[in-house]
């Protein structure tokens, strides 16, 4: 990689680099301080780590400890560690930070702890958003408080979107992904997105096909018996974007292998820059790092749609706070993760770490708002509202590694076979009849 890459994308490099390091060995944990209170171990991901260790500082109490323990850098790693720390009944797992999709699997197995009463009622007010609330709830149930929620925006740079004469389409949010493709190709720039073999591909399939208004599976707690909707005009539609990009000059060059922090080079790296589909953490990973000049030249729009005249899905993401079901201080642990996930924490998260809100009042406090473009706090917040969660499913893990094998690499994929294939490939992994 050049240096622009480098110097870009460094930041992300360096914290990802750092936290896989500290990574915890699986085995058991000291279930009691220096000072004999006993400490609630909380599992986290590297996102917002300093942040997160003042806010275990902060909600301890009296009665209790909470102590930092890091998980690995991958959603994919992060659910296994966790899942066999549960599996084996593990005492000492108190709080987790919680993938969304990870919520239904282990509530389902009895991995969780449900919040119940008052609790239940805090975590899951009005004033969360309506897409991180449905993440945590399973069965009619409450089994994780939402603490930061995430979605993607189209970011580029407006003199790309003006030289291609798409400016107006982007701002009002009508924007294609075709368009967007067909733009970049025709002005020497690129399309940045996750395509690799792991879950942010699944993020973007699952994007595209509710863009275009259908699901991947349906009627999920059916459990293995869901209904497989893929195999649609929907599915189609998606594959067909996948299929044009790939076959494009917008390809980027590691398409295949692409991940979050890959492309942000290529915003600045010579030429009129890219179209990317990114996370939230992209403001200020660019902020404080390339000029000015640059930075006064980044814009933002709501996710491309998949097909005309239907609105975007953008994806919806985030961390939930769950309660280990062994954890011997359930009680504690519970009002330790709404201490965690209250609106002073969410705040602290959005602005050092630009982790959004999942509290929409959060949205109005000067200090975000001195901290963020205000029309970019307003997409964040409409995108989180509006956008579509993936599969909420106790098999989740089977239907996530089934799409992402029939659908890789972007350049296999067909709009006439990829859909049939892999709903065919889903339904022999939910029953048993296939491997992943």
Same mark, same amino acid.
């Given at each position: 990689m050049g240096d622009p890459q480098g110097r870009v994308a460094g930041?992300?490099?360096?914290?990802? $680099?750092?936290?896989?390091?500290?990574?915890?060995?699986?085995?058991?944990?000291?279930?009691?301080?220096?000072? $004999?209170?006993?400490?609630?171990? *909380?599992?986290?991901?590297?996102?917002?780590?300093?942040?997160?260790?003042?806010?275990?500082?902060?909600?301890?109490? /009296? /009665?209790?400890?909470?102590?930092?323990?890091?998980?690995?850098? $991958? !959603?994919?790693?992060?659910?296994?560690?966790?899942?066999?720390?549960?599996?084996a009944n593990d005492s000492s797992t108190d709080l987790m930070s919680l993938d969304p999709v990870f919520v239904a699997e282990? !509530?389902?197995? $009895? *991995?969780?702890?449900?919040?119940?009463g008052d609790a239940a009622d805090a975590v899951v007010d009005d004033d969360v958003l309506s897409g991180p609330a449905d993440t945590v709830q399973w069965d009619d149930k409450i089994y994780a408080a939402p603490q930061w929620a995430n979605t993607q925006v189209l970011w580029y740079r407006q003199s790309l979107a003006e030289q291609a004469g798409i400016a107006d389409a982007l701002q009002d949010g009508t924007a294609t992904w075709s368009q967007v493709i067909d733009a970049a190709s025709d002005n020497g720039a690129t399309v940045g997105v996750q395509a690799d073999r792991y879950e942010a591909y699944m993020v973007w399939i699952n994007s595209l096909v509710q863009g275009a208004g259908g699901d991947i599976v349906s009627d999920t707690e059916a459990g293995v018996d869901a209904e497989v909707d893929i195999d649609s005009d929907a599915g189609r539609a998606a594959a067909a974007v996948v299929q044009q990009l790939a076959d494009s000059p917008a390809a980027q060059s590691d398409l295949s292998v692409s991940r979050e922090g890959t492309s942000l080079g290529a915003m600045y790296g010579g030429g009129p820059g890219e179209f990317m589909t990114n996370w939230t953490f992209v403001y200020k990973n660019y902020e404080g790092t390339v000029s000015e000049e640059e930075f006064a030249d980044l814009a933002w729009a709501r996710y491309p749609r998949t097909v005309e005249g239907e609105e975007s899905a953008p994806p919806v993401g985030g961390i939930d706070i769950g309660v280990g079901a062994f954890s011997e201080h359930p009680d504690w642990a519970i009002e330790a993760a709404q201490c965690v996930t209250d609106p002073e924490a969410q705040l602290q998260l959005a602005v050092n770490d630009g982790l959004m809100p999942a509290r929409a009042s959060v949205?109005?406090?000067?200090?975000?708002?001195?901290?963020?473009?205000?029309?970019l706090l307003d997409l964040y917040r409409e995108s989180i509202e509006a956008g579509g969660t993936r599969p909420k499913s106790a098999f989740y893990n089977q239907i996530s590694g089934a799409v992402q094998r029939t659908w890789h690499p972007p350049a296999s994929v067909?709009?006439?076979?990829?859909?049939?294939?892999?709903?065919?490939?889903?339904?022999?992994?939910?029953?048993g009849k296939a491997l992943l």
């Open positions: 930041s992300v490099v360096r914290r990802v $680099g750092i936290g896989a390091a500290l990574v915890l060995a699986a085995g058991t944990l000291s279930a009691c301080s220096s000072d $004999g209170k006993p400490t609630l171990n *909380w599992y986290i991901n590297p996102d917002g780590q300093a942040t997160l260790t003042s806010l275990a500082e902060r909600c301890s109490t /009296d /009665d209790y400890d909470i102590a930092i323990q890091l998980l690995p850098t $991958g !959603a994919t790693d992060q659910r296994t560690q966790l899942a066999r720390r549960l599996a282990f !509530a389902n197995a $009895g *991995w969780l702890a449900e919040f119940e949205y109005e406090e000067p200090e975000l708002v001195e901290a963020y473009d205000a029309g067909d709009p006439e076979t990829t859909p049939r294939e892999s709903a065919e490939f889903i339904r022999d992994v939910l029953q």
